[in-house]
């Protein structure tokens, strides 16, 4: 019966639903009730991703669940990411585009180099140094689990690769603000572009942004820099494809390697909702249509549920004792990659204040 092949799948979704709420409630006892924010600075994933790998290393899980915690890792997680794409509007962009645009190129492109002249002296597992370098380069922990089925990573490589990406996105989101502040004196345009292209997470830009608006009072670098990070999301887009291929290419014999065989399909649903909001907003004027900003809204509150309840999947599902055999090395490439893109950015917004603006 087909029914009792999706039955199956409830009592796993439920629990990582289950997860993600309490994970939504401790985020806003901490960041709003505890530290006063309007808005937790606090990422809700990162907590359910934690609080998976706490229980699941004190509880054994029981079989019952684990068939939907497996759909929900890799189905509701694309599922989030196709909606994700609602929140992009490539158009937003043209004040500073001719800036952002070349400044996210040029850090991924030498994140990516970076990170593969380094694994040859730091040697780590492949699918690790693929997500990692996905994960420093366009979109955090949504591109490590955008990536990971694509090549077929193991969960406790998942979970070592988000907890990586994770510890750096945190120490980058306290210290940023501060810096760029003093080194690009005070400049919003400069410093929005900085933490735009240097911080991983979209969270974790967002609450720098406002870390440095609330202290700084600039609310126009807390937009440039969260707009700057939804451009670099897109860039999702040509990764995940592009990453899909490398990978295969030595999987594959030649004969049988085939671009449609290992194309991730959702990557179309998610360029089919870029398409729809930008659509939308030119035939509904969005300021003045409720119902369209609504659903726009509610697109956006489903793919943060979708993404957080497959996140608390995947930590359930970790394993702590099989990463401590992956020893400190993808750590340290963590590092080297975050330590990268940061300066690069400020180089090359060196480059682009000197001799173009």
Known sequence: MIYKKYLVLIPGIILAFVLYTL????????????????????????IAILSGIFFGNIFQIREIFLKGLDFTQKNILKLGIICLGIQLKPFAFLEFGKIAIPLIITCILSVLLVIKLISRKIIIPKRMSYLISVGSTVCGTTAIMAMAPVINAKKNEVSYAIANITLFGILSMLIYPYFANFYFNGESLFI???????????????????????????????????????????????????????????????????????????????????????????????????????????????????????????????????????????????????????????VTIDIFISYII
Do not use: C
């Open 192 to 346: 929005g572009l900085f933490l735009g292209t240097a911080i991983h997470e979209t969270a974790q830009v967002a609450a720098a942004g406002l870390i440095y608006d609330q202290q700084f009072n600039s609310p126009e670098t807390l937009n440039i820099s969260t707009v700057t990070k939804l451009i670099r999301n897109t860039f999702l887009v040509i990764m995940i494809p592009l990453f899909a291929y490398l990978y295969s290419r030595g999987q594959i014999k030649k004969k049988n390697y085939s671009i449609i065989r290992i194309f991730p399909y959702f990557v179309l649903g998610f360029i089919a909702m870029i398409i729809l909001r930008n659509l939308g907003d030119h035939i509904f004027f969005v300021n003045q249509n409720e119902i369209w900003s609504s659903t726009v809204e509610n697109i956006k509150f489903l793919s943060k549920i979708f993404l957080t309840m497959a996140m608390a999947a995947i930590g359930l599902s970790t394993n702590l004792r099989e990463i401590k055999n992956m020893g400190y090395k993808p750590f340290l490439v963590g590092f080297i990659a975050m330590a990268t893109v940061g300066l690069i950015s400020i």
């Open 23 to 46: 994970s939504q409630g401790i985020n806003n006892i901490i960041g709003i009730e505890l530290l006063g924010y309007e808005k937790s600075p606090i990422s809700t994933a990162m």
